[in-house]
């Protein structure tokens, strides 16, 4: 369990520091695209909530945190706003977090700040760990992805866009917030630009939460040894304390001849875990723990006309050693109410294991690009990943480090050539080459007491185009096809060490993509109305699935496989009104299916054994949901440069499988049920947002809701922060 949890927020200021991971000015600023060329204006619709990307041929918003500030939000909570979205996270505080696109989840999505990819940086940068104020906005790439990103993500990207204006005075902006289940949560940001283009930048935040809220869970009779999964007994959460804290300072030149951005950073975080429950709720652990922490060096550098007229490049290079810590080594076995006995197993709740993962991860991203006449772009990308894990076993008195060493190696080009003869129309071409290593231990024997070093290398192509077209002032088409390929992450082929197990020669995904949007924009004095659409098509091959794993005992983990053929076919609609700064409401609908596209069981001899699930939906995905948000809001009240605000938000899921539609859900056992949520907030900002208070009401009317394999989430929780924001 943690000590001295108060001491921790006085760490906090004393660190003074936040930031980006590996921060790198690729991504677009407000004046410039995707892929790093001029912009139109974006439509902006929602009083600082989201906006359209409209010179962009690819399916982009771009959400504003500007209006969110003053909320206990984090980055996660951000996302929800955008179409097609959807957040899904195993509990409380720390918990771990799935983001869901079009359908997509996990895996299939990836994250970037500031366009470095943020694979393998660790849970104290996860999106739910993050405060929404550590980014100026943040950008959505559903679909077809620019190759400026230089990714392999299938699903989409999320890109995290830190605040690169050149301030010449000094700036601080600090906040604290308290709520229920002893969560506290604190952020300070300061630095400043001189005169000779001399900038740095300090940022800190940090969560701590005891997460002990109450949920309904089948609990264990130790007589007997049995747990009745349909006798649900209403107890609270006793092993899930989760704190993280991560400073970052960043310092350089702004402006200069030589380097229009050239940055040093280095960041710093660290985390500790309990691990309350398994991948299923039934599972509680009373004394299973996890801690880790990262450094991360990092180096970014960005020059317009380098060397000749209309060639723009970025490069970064970044380190990240990450450190994490499972421990599970207790002699006794708990139910979920707190009572323990003696392990019938021996040590070990799970799996008796006191081991440290040291994850090496280093990173290279490079983006040309080249204006070489009006109305014509090449860019030119490219990535590079390198990997490596080492275990060790802390359980004798001697370090005993494994053997084989688990690496990979990942590099994906691309090049891209875009036309825009018209600002009415633009049309963009482009090609990727994805380049895979991995290299690990592999059984010798089916009980596992004896590996060798496997390797294997991949090489694979893919393709693609998008269009946009204004078809009248305010309306535009985007159309974009890809063939995609997702190499498998490094969780997926090697695990986590501890509830989740991977597969070394699992196959990268294959998907045919195509993205249909159309979206509406219209501004009338006070009055500005914006509304979208989109149809998603994706045929996937070799799909890699998340499933649940037995263990012996009677535990379960979760593990990785390639499933097959997966067939996903859905739209979203998005609709909001603007008046003024005084109203805005809005929301999104969401329907995706993913079915099974499989005619045959895999695996079947010949092939010729057809596959009962086939045409059903994926487990444990959602396919309908739906969110929408009203804020009332009054200017000058009290006094002239006051702001009262006034958020209502509903949050909707429809019921969904979290095994096989074909396994027993006529019983209800694996139902996660319909789910509406409600928020409320109220916010009241003084001297033109200095002085800042707020007051939140989260799952207004204590609905029972859950997520990944029914996991139960918090109910009412009650939430005060204070923010202050000085200089300019």
């Known amino acids: 369990m943690v000590t001295g949890k108060y001491s921790l927020f006085s760490l906090l200021f004393l660190f003074a520091g936040l930031a980006s991971v590996r921060a790198q000015p690729h991504a677009p600023d407000p004046s410039r695209g995707d892929d790093g060329t001029e912009v139109l204006d974006a439509a902006v619709v929602t009083a600082g909530r989201v906006s359209q990307v409209r010179k962009s041929a690819y399916n982009a918003v771009a959400i504003d945190t500007e209006g969110m500030l003053n909320s206990t939000k984090n980055l996660s909570d951000a996302l929800s706003k955008a179409p097609g979205m959807k957040l899904r996270e195993a509990g409380g505080v720390g918990s771990d977090l799935q983001v869901m696109m079009d359908g997509f989840s996990g895996r299939h999505v990836k994250v970037f700040i500031d366009g470095v990819p943020q694979e393998g940086v660790g849970s104290s940068f996860g999106l739910n760990n993050i405060p929404v104020s550590f980014a100026e906005r943040i950008e959505v790439y559903r679909g077809v992805v620019p190759v400026g990103f230089g990714t392999d993500a299938m699903g989409g990207i999320i890109n995290i866009v830190t605040d690169k204006s050149r301030r010449r005075r000094w700036f601080l902006d600090a906040s604290y917030s308290y709520g229920s289940f002893n969560t506290h949560k604190a952020s300070v940001h300061f630095g400043q630009t001189l005169k000779n283009g001399f900038t740095y930048d300090i940022n800190a935040f940090q969560n701590y939460s005891d997460n002990d809220y109450h949920v309904d869970a089948p609990v264990k009779n130790f007589e007997t040894g049995a747990i009745d999964v349909t006798k649900l007994e209403r107890v609270k959460r006793f092993n899930d304390t989760y704190h993280n804290e991560a400073v970052v300072a960043k310092a350089g030149f702004v402006g200069k001849p030589w380097a229009d951005r050239l940055m040093l950073g280095f960041t710093y975080s660290h985390m500790y875990k309990d691990i309350q429950t398994g991948v299923r709720q039934k599972t509680v652990f009373g004394e299973k723990h996890r801690t880790g922490y990262s450094l991360m060096p990092s180096l970014e550098y960005a020059k317009r006309n380098l060397l000749l007229e209309g060639l723009d490049a970025v490069f970064t290079a970044g380190y990240n050693r990450n450190v994490t810590t499972n421990v599970d080594t207790s002699r006794y076995e708990y139910n979920w109410l707190g009572e323990r006995r003696p392990n019938p197993h021996g040590a070990g709740e799970q799996s008796r294991q006191h081991a440290r993962a040291d994850n090496d991860n280093w990173s290279t991203t490079l983006t040309l690009n080249y204006r070489p006449a009006p109305g014509h772009l090449i860019t030119l990308g490219n990535t590079f990943q390198a990997f490596r894990r080492s275990n060790t076993s802390l359980l004798a008195a001697e370090e005993q480090e494994e053997a084989i060493a688990k690496q990979t190696r990942k590099n994906i080009a691309g090049l891209a050539y875009r036309l825009m003869l018209s600002e009415r129309w633009n049309v963009s071409v482009f090609g990727k080459h994805y380049s895979l290593y991995v290299a690990g231990p592999m059984a010798e024997t089916s009980v596992q007491d004896s590996y060798v070093r496997t390797s294997r290398s991949q090489n694979t192509m893919g393709y693609g185009a998008a269009a946009t077209c204004f078809l009248l002032p305010g309306l535009q088409a985007k159309l974009s096809y890809e063939k995609a390929c997702r190499l498998p992450t490094t969780e997926e082929m090697f695990g986590d ?105 895999i695996g079947s001899s010949g092939g010729e054994v057809p596959n009962l699930a086939y045409e059903a939906r994926m487990p444990n995905v959602p396919y309908r949901f739906a969110d929408m948000d009203v804020s009332l809001c009054w200017p000058d009240l009290g006094r002239k440069g006051n702001l009262l605000t006034l958020t209502y938000e509903g949050l909707y899921t429809h019921s969904f499988s979290y095994m096989s539609e074909v396994i027993g859900v006529s019983t209800g056992e694996y139902l996660v049920p319909d789910q509406m949520a409600h928020n409320l907030s109220l916010s009241y900002s003084l001297g033109g947002g200095r002085y800042n208070f707020s007051f939140e009401c989260r799952n207004l009317t204590d609905e029972k809701l859950y997520d990944n394999f029914s996991l139960q989430k918090a109910g009412r929780a009650f939430y005060g922060k204070v923010r202050v924001c000085f200089g300019g």
């Open 497 to 601: 060490e501890d509830l989740e197990s991977g597969d070394i020669g699992i196959r990268p995904e294959r998907s045919d993509n195509l993205n249909f949007n159309l979206s509406y924009s219209l501004r009338r004095g006070r009055h500005a109305l914006y509304a979208e659409g989109g149809l998603v098509y994706r045929d996937t091959k070799d799909y890699i699935q998340r499933s649940i794993a037995s263990l012996s005992g009677g535990k379960e983990g979760a593990s990785y496989t390639n499933y097959g053929k997966v067939l996903t076919k859905g739209f979203n609609l998005s609709l909001r009104y603007d008046y003024g700064r005084r109203l805005s409401l809005g929301g999104n609908f969401t329907q995706m299916d993913m079915r099974d596209n499989e005619k045959t069981q």
